[in-house]
């Protein structure tokens, strides 16, 4: 399974922008980048993917470079409870079913200040 | 989306006994998922399990140590067996969601402590 690298840890103040780096240097043609977040005492929770093109939705945004080596996770306004474990993961699917199992690297930890 | 439950929340164990781990699912699902996550640790998949069929372990995991149950679509159980205080951990459970959704659900975990 191709590799993300993150930083241990960031820290942010509240509703200022946070940018959430993923180095994924060995991604494949067919692989897409999620990103999953983990709040204290819960199970993780899908934020956003891509593939290639830049994404958003209400939660984030996903910036991906142009050799796709590398993403960045953007909280535009970060609030208390994004404070989580931040998760970056490359998934393989398997023909044209959605088959493709999640490898959960160390992830990176966000403490958001008052 | 998909809401999962799992029973129970926690528990504390002696070494030496089994513990099933329930995992319920509010909607008809092929695949299931369990991880374990060690103290301060990441998530690490022990298998994947598909109704009607036999589970796939990952590398490191083995069926007599955590056998697994898929009886229909919403329901699934792990059992972590003859527990030592290194099976200590979180235990989730995850489904994937409809297709072309493309993301996984987790539910909220078991804390298992074994003395």
């Known amino acids: 399974d191709a590799k993300t690298t993150q930083p241990n840890s960031m820290e942010s103040n509240e509703e200022e922008p946070v940018h959430l780096p993923c180095n994924h240097s060995?991604?494949?043609?067919?692989?897409?980048i999620h990103w999953y977040r983990q709040l204290p005492s819960q199970g993780p929770e899908y934020v956003i993917h891509?593939?290639?093109s830049n994404v958003n939705n209400r939660m984030a945004s996903l910036a991906i470079a142009e050799d796709r080596k590398s993403s960045t996770l953007i909280l535009h306004r970060a609030t208390l409870r994004d404070a989580a474990v931040y998760y970056c993961?490359?998934?393989?699917?398997?023909?044209?079913?959605?088959?493709?199992?999640?490898?959960f690297g160390q992830g990176t930890i966000l403490t958001v200040h008052p | 989306s998909a809401v999962i439950s799992q029973k129970p929340s926690r528990d504390i164990c002696q070494r030496g006994t089994s513990l099933t781990i329930q995992c319920q699912v509010d909607?008809?699902?092929?695949?299931m998922f369990w991880y374990r996550q060690q103290p301060g640790q990441s998530l690490t998949l022990i298998a994947t399990?598909?109704?009607?069929?036999?589970?796939?372990?990952e590398s490191g995991f083995v069926i007599d140590k955590f056998p697994i149950s898929r009886p229909n679509l919403t329901f699934s159980t792990l059992t972590v067996s003859n527990m030592s205080p290194e099976d200590s951990s979180i235990y989730l459970c995850?489904?994937?969601?409809?297709?072309?959704?493309?993301?996984?659900?987790f539910g909220p975990g078991t804390r298992l402590t074994v003395l």
């Open positions: 995850s489904v994937e969601g409809d297709a072309g959704v493309y993301t996984q659900y």
């Open positions: 909607s008809q699902v092929t695949m």
């Open positions: 993961i490359l998934r393989s699917w398997a023909g044209g079913t959605s088959y493709g199992k999640l490898t």
């Open positions: 399990a598909n109704q009607g069929s036999e589970a796939t372990y």
């Open positions: 891509g593939l290639t």
């Open positions: 060995t991604i494949s043609g067919t692989d897409y």
